[in-house]
């Protein structure tokens, strides 16, 4: 019982990977808690139409993974509009990434709807999704099930595009991420695996710590093996994978990316050599690797000295910066770019 202890208490450290608690991230301006609704009194709910703004499902059908949803719809949002999954890292809740990340500016702008799952503490006492139990990242089981529930009662919900989901979160919701890109190819055209981990990489708590730091080494057809096992019947193509880092990250090891490389273009079969590579604002390189029809499928996004966190630009309008959102490039516009649901 110490031990386990031990372990989650190191794990609070160490997966701080995405989480402060939501009062330090909290930043002028932006709205408070998941529930909190900011609503004018009543009397004046009566001049001003309601705007749209993140809000909590109940019930979305069946949550064997106990999370619970928050979703946004913009005002005016179209049918056949596509549905982005933001996947908040631990200690953070729903609200805490969905406006850090500026996914509501993107949401607005492009037109499409945003699920955002929020970790319970009963499920994980620092509220990191547990991408680390195959429990919760198999096959529509725990967590990722109650996920993609979430994602079903949206596309009933706004007439949404089942072609165009996408997924996306930043440290252990980036290790989620690779899950359900795993798990469920079938199911996602797209993911941004932001300061995250390959998926396979750890199947229990222990095993993480290493997964994080200093990250595991494997072949690139290991890595693929991994991704193939989750779905042994999938015969179709797989999701495009976006892959961030900063490489002063000692959070979540920088090496995790190159690791992340070699498993989805593997799974993609390609090869190792990138097929062109571009140098983006904020200290960034892009490297893309296409496969055999001359489509990008993988792209690996480097940001120099950048530590643990998602990129972010508030004077372009993309996200605020504070804890675990740091100043450098708007990773939401280009996530959006890559998966070609921008306006």
């Known amino acids: 019982m110490h031990t386990s202890l031990r372990l989650l208490t190191t794990l609070v450290a160490a997966l701080a990977a995405a989480a402060a608690p939501t009062v330090v991230l909290a930043q002028p301006g932006q709205p408070g808690q998941p529930g909190h609704s900011g609503q004018l009194p009543s009397e004046s709910r009566q001049l001003q139409p309601r705007a749209a703004q993140l809000e909590p499902v109940a019930d979305f059908g069946s949550n064997p993974g106990a999370l619970s949803m928050y979703r946004y719809a913009p005002d005016g949002l179209p049918a056949g509009s596509p549905v982005v999954v933001v996947l908040h890292g631990c200690g953070q809740g729903a609200a805490d990434y969905f406006d850090g990340a500026g996914w509501q500016q993107a949401a607005d702008t492009h037109k499409f709807a945003v699920v955002a799952p929020q970790q ?21 089981s725990g967590e990722t099930a109650s996920i993609l529930r979430m994602v079903d009662h949206t596309l009933e919900a706004y007439g949404g595009d089942a072609t165009r989901v996408h997924v996306t979160g930043l ?3 980036g290790a989620m991420t690779a899950s359900l890109l795993a798990a469920h190819p079938d199911r996602f055209a797209g993911g941004g695996i932001v300061a995250g981990i390959p998926y396979g990489c750890a199947t229990s708590m222990p095993t993480a710590f290493t997964c994080m730091n200093p990250g595991a080494t494997k072949t690139p057809e290991q890595w693929g093996d991994l991704v193939r096992a989750a779905h042994p019947g999938h015969d179709g193509r797989y999701p495009t994978v976006s892959i961030w880092h900063g490489s002063a990250d000692y959070t979540v090891a920088a090496a995790n990316a190159s690791e992340s490389v070699k498993q989805w273009t593997n799974a993609h079969a390609t090869d190792q050599e990138p097929d062109a590579t ?15 029809s001359g489509a990008t499928v993988v792209r690996d996004y480097r940001v120099a000295g950048m530590g643990h966190g998602t990129p972010v630009r508030p004077a ?15 990773s939401t516009g280009q996530l959006v770019t890559d998966w070609g649901i921008g306006s």
């Open 316 to 330: 372009e309008n993309c996200g605020t910066a504070g804890t675990y959102f740091l100043d450098r490039i708007c």
């Open 171 to 173: 440290s252990a919701g």
């Open 120 to 140: 319970q503490s009963a499920n994980n006492a620092t509220r990191c999704f547990n991408w680390f139990e195959p429990g919760d990242t198999s096959r529509d």
């Open 278 to 292: 571009a140098e983006l604002p904020g200290d960034t390189v892009r490297n893309d690797y296409t496969d055999a």
